[in-house]
């Protein structure tokens, strides 16, 4: 019982006994992933995004996600940063013969090596500082359900070879535990880097890349499905008027114009920021272009090939950069600079 074990049963013992205790096993597990994806959810205040869409491309898209959603294959979504892919995600884990298991996000680029390390397989007391209590791991907590593994182009080498040996005998270990646990999760993950590049750059293991890369969905940016961007603004204006307690409000056709022909480098978080300042500062009913004009700028503000200069244009690249990326590190590293150098250049162009 201290090593872990949940019960146990004394000899002899009858199948009454039995039945008992693995009936308080299974009612246990399921409060487990129950919290398990409440606390996921809560954590996303956000609105939920309907995945209908009138985009032949994001059609297409989903026609294949939602193929495999039923099976156990590993899947692999590609997509900009803000896209949607933890949204598809927990699409496909609810569309799935695993729905009614625990949905785990564990976002890659978060945390150091050695913590997402101990988030994804859990540790023993002791094994290093800190560790004051076993801890059972996100594969752990997802067995029976999904795993959701997001940014897992920044996962460290040192992780990839213990993730490709989940993914193909379906053992792990936990910090500090020699003992191997078996684990029946599916994995999904995701990423907005070039994997075949990071794999040729000696950043990415190949054998982990084609062990993911089973079926590969990819999800195309908001500016190439313009035609969903009214519906996607009504969900969001009616989620955060209601969030503010104020009356709902609509979108003035100058602006909605406005907001079909910008291209969306943040992809939906940038526009769910957009709708979230819109609706708090708005003094009317209806939302002008004078009320997006701090954070849209009009698509003609930097062009590539337009009467500007060189430091002009680059200052505006870095600058989308930091705002569609999590860290500093992931936008240098997307530049093709170091992190003092962006650093340096950042604060020129202020």
């Known amino acids: 019982m201290r090593r872990g074990a949940y ?22 597990r399921r409060l487990e992933n129950r919290i398990t994806e409440l606390e996921s959810r809560v954590r996303s205040d956000s609105p939920e995004i309907d995945l209908t869409t009138q985009s032949a491309v994001m059609q297409r898209a989903l026609d294949i996600a939602f193929k495999a959603a039923e099976s156990d294959a590993t899947l692999l979504l590609h ?12 699409a ?14 564990v976002s890659c680029p978060s945390l150091s090596r050695d913590l997402l390390e101990s988030e994804l397989f859990g540790h023993v007391k002791g094994s290093f ?11 752990a907590l997802a067995d029976g359900g999904t795993l959701f593994l997001d940014e897992i182009g920044e996962l460290p080498l040192e992780i990839q070879a213990k993730l490709l040996r989940l993914l193909q005998e379906r053992e792990y270990e936990r910090i500090g535990d020699p003992k191997s646990y078996r684990s029946n999760v599916r994995i999904i993950a995701a990423t907005n880097r070039d994997l075949q590049q990071a794999v040729a750059d000696g950043k990415f293991r190949e054998d982990l890349y084609y062990r ?7 999800l195309p940016p908001l500016r190439e499905r313009a035609v969903d961007i009214p519906a996607i603004l009504t969900t969001h204006l009616n989620f955060f008027a209601n969030h503010a307690g104020r009356p ?4 003035d056709p100058e602006a909605l114009m406005q907001l079909q022909n910008y291209p969306w480098p943040g992809n939906l978080r940038e526009l769910r920021n957009v709708m979230e300042r819109a609706v708090i500062l708005s003094s009317t009913e209806t ?27 680059e200052h505006a690249h870095i600058q989308r950069i930091l705002e569609t990326t999590r860290t500093f590190e992931q936008a240098a590293e997307i530049l093709g600079i170091d992190p003092a150098t962006l650093y340096r250049k950042r604060k020129k162009g202020e």
């Open 7 to 28: 019960d146990y049963l004394p000899k002899p013992c009858t199948p009454d006994q039995l039945r008992q205790v693995l009936a308080r096993v299974e009612k246990t």
């Open 79 to 90: 997509g900009e940063s803000g896209t949607g892919k933890s949204v598809l995600a927990r």
């Open 92 to 105: 496909l884990h609810h569309r799935s013969l695993r729905s009614q298991g625990a949905f785990v996000t």
């Open 129 to 139: 500082t800190g560790a004051h209590a076993d801890t059972r791991g996100k594969v």
């Open 212 to 218: 993911l890369n089973v079926i590969a969905v990819q």
């Open 248 to 251: 709902a409000k609509k979108i």
């Open 287 to 313: 939302i002008k272009i004078s009320d997006l004009i701090e954070t849209i700028r009009p698509s003609s503000e930097i062009q590539i090939g337009g009467n500007f200069r060189l430091d002009q244009i």
